[in-house]
């Protein structure tokens, strides 16, 4: 977990004790992200700065830094196995012992890629202006479960966008004052809102993707409302409403059946595996009510 106090701590869920304190970044830590597979931890932090920790022994170490130029507001890595060769990006590819991309979005509104297990701190892959120059940026972003050259993102501009890292432009091709790189998929509603990011008030909502890739979903930072949209076409396929849901927290009672928070903005979500149906979606409000949808 990233802290406002230049942190990042690391617990061991079957004891519930805090087993690292990652010390290293000059400002609040923004993201984290935990890598099982290589014994690791990637932070980013408003010092501009990502920073990639060695945790597999009992002190932990400093490794790689990158640097984004901005701050990064999430991230997300995609690991390809062993034996396996996709073209993620226009210039990285998995080899056959695979490999472990990073992406980040920073609050100038750019997307960039980062090589974990190539030893330096290049940046593979830039794409500037994807949501717009400044005011908050990407607050969200996701590698595709099941196509892993596309990337869900979510930006203060109150929209999502699926783009496909072969195809849009880079940093190579735009230039400050261009448009935005063409996305795959555009969804928004006049309804959602992100709030939050740097500068503002209250945490910003998060999107995700199912499962299976199918469906992208995102609640709003202004009245707790989910919105579900079809990555196919970008079209709206239904806002949640509580047919079944597990409330957990001491003040279920506050949780409003219309929406699921009453009217408190939403600032997390994640879409796995689980529930009757075999699919099941958390959402989390800034009161700290966690839902889950079946």
């Known amino acids: 977990g990233g802290s406002t106090d230049k ?12 087993i690292h304190q990652l010390v290293g ?6 993201c984290a992200r935990l890598l099982p597979h290589l014994k690791a931890v990637l932070t980013g932090s408003a010092d501009r700065s990502l920073k990639l920790w060695d945790i597999a022994r009992s002190t932990y170490r400093q490794t790689l830094t990158f640097h984004p130029q901005a701050t990064p507001n999430c991230i997300d890595v995609l690991m390809s196995s062993s034996g396996t060769t996709t073209t993620v990006t226009k210039t990285t590819s998995s080899t056959s012992g695979g490999t472990t991309l990073a992406v980040s979005g920073q609050t100038d509104g750019s997307l960039k890629f980062w090589d974990l297990q190539r030893g330096d701190n290049r940046c593979v892959q830039d794409i500037p202006y994807l949501h717009g120059d400044g005011g908050g940026g990407i607050v969200s972003a996701q590698f595709s479960p099941v196509t892993p050259t596309q990337v869900l993102t979510c930006g203060k501009d109150n929209t999502l966008k699926i783009i496909d890292t072969r195809r849009v432009q880079t940093s190579s091709h735009l230039s400050s004052g261009h448009s935005s790189p063409q996305a795959l998929v555009e969804m928004r509603h006049h309804d959602f809102f992100v709030g939050g990011g740097s500068g503002h008030g209250g945490a910003a909502s998060v ?35 509580p047919d079944n849901l597990n409330i957990v927290g001491e003040d279920s009672k506050d949780v409003n059946c219309a929406t699921g928070h009453n009217q408190v903005g939403i600032c997390g ?9 075999g699919q099941q979606v958390a959402s989390v409000d800034r009161k700290g009510h966690l839902v889950l949808w079946a």
Request: aromatic share 8%.
């Open 7 to 18: 942190t990042c701590r690391v617990w061991n869920l079957q004891t519930s004790r805090m």
């Open 25 to 30: 970044h000059s400002h609040k830590v923004t």
């Open 207 to 241: 999107a995700a993707l199912s499962p299976d890739g199918k469906y992208a979903i995102a609640g709003s930072s202004s009245d707790g409302t989910i919105f579900v949209w079809r990555v196919l076409d970008g079209s709206l396929e239904r806002t949640i409403s």
């Open 269 to 277: 979500l994640a879409w796995g595996h689980g529930g009757t149906s």
